[in-house]
């Protein structure tokens, strides 16, 4: 059964931690002790016979030895390789739990969208989860030895009720040598097509909803049965498994207390007990354990996957849903925030607290900005007040003082723009220009028809298109004001950087 410790840690404080050290059950003590009682009862077997068994000449060779094999045991790179291993078998585990079938979002769209209060819609309902329990325990009792062990042969899943003598004559007469765990599901859909036909089911688009939940829950199932077919490559765990073992080997040997008086370097203390060796050995050979009982949770280790009880569970929750449940309603009454304008729920005295904190607004609600960092700023060479400083946007781009036959081009293209975007009348035109108080003879040089042009650029152009005029009204026709369509007048220029299609009066004016 699963250990679970959450309602232990659900507070962060003082040593938290430390009240899981002494629990057994799931525990590394329970998964490591053997290891550890044999490495430490090799360790002492070979320093009693360096200190006890071995004449001098023998004493010497040894601790060479043991020079050798500490210096050279750090270039086993195991921290660096278990690590890797460890970390790709978690994220293993828990996608593997993620492709558990759970039937629930599909008991939902079968009580939802298979209809009939009477005896053959009640079958229908519950047939239909019985077909999805069936899928899952035929895919469980596959990979899982508890759900094996539950269900040894599919007489077992006759007699447990998930299948039923006839079903289970069809079932053995397919003629597949591979696993059939996706026979259930194909009866689903046959039976609820079938209940298309009879209109239990009321339309496609429920029929369409119930099988793509289907699709979801067969998809679960099929992701088991690969998980469990694709293992992590054997290789990687025997490189794993040799690079710990080989270098707790060598530490057997090189991590012994050598005789203080033969003055070796970092031999100086003389104890029995290795206390970091043992912590070292603790540590990675427990990194390794974890490995070990995480890449297949589908066994029957303290912290493996309970799928019996989930298949209990399963099963009874979905027949539920679609027997007893179905159609199940409570009367229908106001809430008790009806007339409320601010519901909010009631508060206990041991969270009354809460009500005092200020609601979250954002990460930037509380910055204070001084008053004069508040103001808008006018834009580059703007001379009026903010709200005239309009210029020409593309104005900015071009080079200063540029001209010729180069920014002629240019020229044209942004002359159209504007023509394009805006209906302007010549009358409307003088209208808006600034220079139209200006001296007689002035106008020659006003620059408000086209600053981006030079005046010698400006007769080459095309003359500007007009708006169209609305058409005279008939004679003794009243105007339909449903059909009639008012043309706007003329109107301001539009703002330059509006797209318009321009090519084909360039092609024209080439």
Not at 126 to 154: C, D, E, H, N
Not at 226 to 239: A, E, F, K
Not at 334 to 342: N, P, Q, R
Not at 461 to 487: H, K, Q, R, W
Request: with cysteine.
């Amino acid at each position: 059964m699963t250990v679970t410790y959450t309602a232990r840690v659900a507070n962060a404080r003082f040593g938290g931690f430390s009240q899981l050290l002494l629990l057994w059950r799931g525990s590394i003590y329970k998964l490591l002790w053997r290891e550890l009682l044999c490495f430490l009862g090799l360790y002492m077997a070979l320093s009693a016979t360096y200190r006890f068994v071995l004449a001098d000449g023998q004493k010497r060779y040894f601790e060479k030895l043991v020079i050798y094999c500490d210096q050279y045991a750090s270039l086993i790179p195991v921290s660096f390789v278990l690590g890797f291993y460890v970390t790709l078998v978690v994220h293993r585990w828990w996608n593997q739990y993620l492709c558990m079938p759970l039937p629930d979002a599909l008991m939902c769209a079968v009580a939802g969208t298979v209809h009939g209060r009477d005896e053959r819609g009640r079958l229908y309902r519950r047939t239909l989860l019985r077909y999805a329990g069936l899928s899952a325990v035929l895919i469980l009792r596959s990979v899982s030895t508890a759900v094996f062990k539950r269900f040894p042969t599919v007489d077992h899943v006759v007699e447990a009720g998930f299948m039923t003598r006839e079903e289970r004559k069809k079932f053995e007469n397919l003629n597949s040598s591979y696993n059939k765990y996706w026979v259930p599901c194909v009866w689903f859909s046959n039976l609820a097509a079938q209940a298309r036909r009879e209109g239990r089911i009321r339309d496609n688009s429920a029929l369409k909803l119930l099988l793509e939940e289907l699709n979801a829950y067969r998809s679960k199932c099929g992701m088991l049965f690969h998980y469990d077919w694709i293992s992590v490559p054997l290789v990687y765990t025997q490189v794993v498994t040799i690079a710990v073992y080989s270098y707790f080997l060598a530490c057997l040997i090189g991590r012994q207390f050598l005789d203080p008086t033969q003055g070796y370097k970092d031999h100086s203390l003389d104890l029995c007990v290795p206390i970091f060796t043992l912590l070292q050995f603790f540590f990675y050979v427990g990194w390794l354990k974890v490995a070990e009982q995480l890449i297949n949770p589908f066994g029957e280790d303290d912290d493996d996957f309970e799928t019996n009880f989930l298949i209990d569970r399963n099963f009874q929750v979905s027949m539920l849903a679609v027997d007893e449940m179905y159609d199940d309603l409570a009367v229908l009454e106001k809430d008790l925030y009806w007339d409320a304008a601010e519901a909010r729920a009631p508060y206990t005295a041991a969270t009354a607290f809460l009500l005092q904190q200020p609601s979250f607004q954002g990460s930037t609600f509380d910055i204070a900005l001084a008053k004069e960092d508040m103001q808008f700023q006018r834009l580059d060479g703007a001379d009026g007040p903010l709200g005239e400083a309009h210029g020409d946007f593309l104005q900015r781009f071009l080079p200063a003082g540029a001209g010729g036959a180069g920014m002629g081009l240019l020229g044209r293209r942004l002359s159209l723009l504007r023509r394009k975007n805006s209906c302007v009348s010549e009358a409307s035109t003088a209208a808006s220009c600034t220079c139209g108080g200006s001296p007689e003879g002035a106008g020659a040089e006003c620059g408000c028809g086209d600053p981006l042009l030079d005046p010698g650029q400006r007769d080459l152009e095309p003359d500007p298109p007009t708006c169209p005029e609305p058409p005279p009204p008939i004679p003794g026709l009243a105007p339909d004001p449903f059909t009639s369509v008012s043309i706007p007048g003329p109107r301001g220029s539009a703002p330059p950087w509006l797209p318009s299609p321009i090519g084909e009066e360039e092609e024209n004016q080439a």
